[in-house]
């Protein structure tokens, strides 16, 4: 990979708003060199928005009922991206760019021996080349569910463009929920 040209450190928490509201998951993005925030991707089951300190960035998502299209709400005829989960974990966005991820995970069962190892691993690849890559330092708890655990880490990219960034973390996150649904389902 060749060095990258942005480093991003991100914070991921998860806020439950009662019996009947869907958990809030919120993705904090920070500039590595000087600590001014990006913006914050919150993701809310079906529904999505990132929010930059400027607001001029902003903009709200939704997912299609049936299908894996996110659209900006309110067009409906605007497509943000398309996100596939299958053999490949990959996001299509409106301009017709195609992103590839591959997640690694490392299960820490003695955290003192394992400080600097990630325990996740998220790579981003367009035409094979890697784009954009997430780490997550923060042990996982035992016994919890790695879609709403405390995560802490950096993302190093080449990408310039925040939404793109945004839309790649969706996909992460999207993923993680798919694999516990799968789990779940297959128990």
Not at 157 to 183: E, K, P, W, Y
């Amino acid at each position: 990979m060749p060095p990258p040209e942005h480093t991003i450190s991100f914070s991921r928490s998860t806020q439950r708003n009662g019996l009947f509201n869907p958990a809030a998951t919120t993705f904090s993005l920070t500039r590595s060199q000087g600590g001014a925030p990006l913006g914050q991707l919150i993701v809310r089951f079906n529904k999505a928005e990132f929010r930059t300190p400027d607001g001029r960035e902003d903009f709200a998502i939704r997912k299609s009922f049936w299908g894996s299209k996110w659209r900006y709400e309110g067009e409906d005829d605007r497509l943000f991206a398309r996100i596939s989960i299958g053999f490949r974990y990959t996001a299509t966005f409106a301009d017709d760019s195609r992103y590839r991820m591959k997640l690694r995970r490392r299960w820490r069962i003695f955290t003192r021996k394992a400080v600097d190892e990630f325990t996740h691993l998220a790579l981003f690849f367009r035409d094979e080349n890697e784009v954009m890559r997430l780490e997550n330092f923060r042990p996982l708890p035992f016994f919890s569910s790695e879609v709403s655990a405390t995560m802490e880490g950096v993302i190093h990219t080449q990408l310039s463009d925040i939404r793109t960034v945004a839309g790649l973390l969706l996909l992460f996150q999207t993923c993680l929920i798919v694999s516990r649904q799968a789990a779940a389902a297959s128990a």
